[in-house]
């Protein structure tokens, strides 16, 4: 059974850093790109950031910069530091196949205020 588990989320101040984390199980993880992805109060879910199954990384307009996508094969885990954090990154970050095939985990909250 596929599944996917993000942690790491929490309340930070603008300016700051988190770091996020999803480990996924019952999936071939190291032939799978992976991405971020997130999804902000009374709008759709849009992709932040992904990592191929060679590392190679993209990143949407509004993260380039700020946000780091990595994976580590060993533990089936994908990472997301996120530094420079703004307000309007606030939302739900969750991880998916680059197809966002498999079932959606919980998802993490990321919430950006003073």
């Known amino acids: 059974q596929v599944q996917l588990v993000e942690s790491g989320g929490g309340l930070v101040q603008p300016g700051g850093s988190l770091r996020l984390s999803c480990a996924a199980s019952g999936m071939l993880f190291s032939t799978s790109g992976m991405g971020w992805y997130r999804q902000a109060p009374g709008k759709q879910r849009d992709w932040v950031a992904t990592?191929?199954?060679?590392?190679?990384?993209n990143y949407a307009d509004s993260v380039k910069g700020r946000f780091t996508i990595s994976r580590d094969n060993a533990k089936n885990t994908v990472y997301l530091q996120m530094n420079s954090l703004k307000p309007e990154d606030t939302a739900v970050y969750y991880c998916?196949?680059?197809?966002?095939?498999?079932?959606w985990g919980q998802g993490t909250l990321v919430t950006v205020s003073t």
């Open positions: 998916n196949t680059l197809s966002r095939l498999l079932p």
């Open positions: 990592v191929s199954s060679g590392g190679n990384t």
